[in-house]
């Protein structure tokens, strides 16, 4: 609630900021499950929280939209969750339609204050740019000798879950150099790897999508590169077969690539996709030849 009180909000603001400090500095990061973000959207986080305690609901916006612009997960939540109280029905639906998108990559706060409601179909102004289409790639998937050469040029550990990928991919009719392109970019064949979102595992499950697909245990490598391939393969029907398009669902949600009618503009996602599509050199996904796969060596 606004401070009325210029002299009273002034102090409020100078002991919430004293306050928050120290915390800051002693890990409120960690905290607040976002000590993944680059240092400017940390910036912009806080400037926005600062900004919603002193009442200004115009600057905190603008703050918490240019951090959701970068791709962060808690911008679209506390975007989404500041909308979501004004009342107004118009600033409802872009809030739920926000909530859901960050529930969706594993927000855990958005998924609650959603509650079960149905998700908007609104994006806010500021997340509306004109976006650029990907870069397009070339026709051509890389080569398979050349994916063998790099296989076996990784650690004997790294090779080791290659080889599992490779091994279960046409088994869920995915192509094995995507499904290495998405390991490689996911965890580096790290079958340990947990991010902050609590995205476990060898092809980054997150527990939702880890139960969506019948995975009780994430770190069993198996598992979760099942879990992770039937994923994949769900989204390359879902978006027939465009590769950029089926790692920036895999990256931000289906939801999001739904929203924006493409490639999400976020930066972590383009990077993503485009080392994605670097990977695997084709613009859509080709079916995977079984015989490639099943005379090689573990």
């Known amino acids: 609630m606004p401070v009325d009180n210029p002299l009273l909000a002034r102090c409020c603001l100078a002991v919430f900021l004293l306050l928050s400090a120290p915390l800051h500095a002693q ?44 791709g962060s997960l808690e911008g679209q939540y506390r975007l989404g969750r500041l909308l979501w109280a004004t009342g107004v029905p118009a600033d409802h639906v872009v809030a739920a339609t926000l909530l859901a998108l960050a529930a969706q990559r594993g ?40 994916v063998e050469r790099y296989v076996a040029g990784l650690s004997p550990a790294q090779r080791r879950q290659a080889r599992l990928v490779e091994r279960l991919a046409p088994r869920f009719a995915v192509d094995p150099r995507l499904a290495l392109a998405i390991v490689k970019a996911e965890s580096n064949f790290d079958p340990f790897a947990l991010s902050a979102r609590n995205a476990q595992g060898l092809m980054q499950l997150i527990p939702e999508t880890a139960e969506r697909y019948g995975v009780r245990d994430a770190w069993n490598a198996e598992q979760n590169a099942r879990g992770g391939l039937a994923h994949l393969r769900w989204l390359l029907q879902r978006f027939e077969g465009d590769i950029a398009l089926v790692a920036a669902a895999y990256n931000a949600g289906e939801g999001a690539v739904k929203q924006y009618g493409g490639v999400p503009p976020f930066a972590e996602t383009r990077a993503y996709v485009k080392r994605v599509l670097g990977f695997y050199r084709a613009s859509h996904h080709v079916a995977p030849d079984t015989r490639a796969v099943a005379g090689r060596r573990p």
């Open 27 to 70: 890990g409120s990061a960690e905290v607040l499950g976002w000590n993944d973000e680059p240092p400017v959207v940390m910036r912009w986080l806080d400037q926005g929280y600062a900004a919603e305690f002193r009442g200004d609901r115009a600057a905190a916006q603008e703050r918490y939209c240019a951090a959701a612009r970068e």
């Open 107 to 146: 927000h855990e706060k958005a998924r609650v204050l959603l509650a079960g409601e149905p998700s908007g179909d609104q994006l806010p102004d500021c997340l509306k740019p004109d976006v650029s289409p990907a870069e397009p790639a070339p026709e051509a998937v890389v080569p398979a000798e050349v």
